[in-house]
């Protein structure tokens, strides 16, 4: 695709739902362009578990796609093995902007990672802002609730989705293909 010529950090956060959404979103108009796309998603549990929509649809287009979650938080041991995949789903992160493989990686759900202490939010932040000035540096969009303040303070475009109405908040009401997942 070429050159970025100044790449851009976009933050999805909030309580609403849709912040994965606009990361694909964002990440199909990229892929319109020629770009060369990848998927690092945290906390969530293996995309081929879930079968989620967009990661089969990820899969025809070519785009790499890693997962670095086991699941909630709060179930058995997860904590301790999200915990453990999210230093490892960095690692992977900064090889592939390092190496300048792609033209925009979605960091799904990435903002857990920082809130939940796995990974140190402010030196996050620091590796991003020294390194994004660098050639070959990739538009980055990063999804997750509650974005810590050095991460709003770095990014270049936040968005902040709120729930007006949402149908699962009524009881009974599960989780649907095409919709969630």
């Not at 999210?86 to 809130?115: C, H, M, P």
């Not at 796995?118 to 070959?136: R, T, V």
């Not at 149908?167 to 293909?177: R, S, V, W, Y």
Request: with cysteine; proline share 3%.
């Amino acid at each position: 695709m070429g050159e970025i010529a100044k790449p851009i950090l976009m933050v999805y956060t909030g309580d609403g739902k849709g912040k994965t959404s606009a990361a694909m979103g964002q990440m199909m108009r990229a892929l319109g362009h020629g770009a060369r796309c990848a998927v690092a998603q945290f906390i969530k549990q293996d995309p081929t578990t879930l079968d989620s929509g967009e990661y089969r649809t990820a899969l025809k287009l070519g785009i790499v796609w890693k997962s670095f979650g086991s699941g909630f938080t709060w179930v058995g041991d997860n904590n301790i093995t999200n915990a453990v995949l999210a230093k490892k789903g960095w690692e992977q992160v900064k090889r592939w902007i390092s190496t300048s493989a792609f033209d925009l990686i979605v960091l799904d759900e990435f903002t857990y990672t920082l809130t939940l202490g796995y990974l140190d939010a402010k030196e996050i932040c620091l590796w991003l802002a020294d390194h994004k000035a660098q050639k070959g540096f990739p538009h980055l969009v990063i999804t997750g609730r509650a974005a810590p303040q050095e991460l709003l303070a770095i990014a270049d475009m936040v968005s902040e989705i709120q729930v007006v109405k949402h149908h699962m908040l009524k009881e009974g009401t599960q989780a649907a293909p095409l919709i969630e997942f």
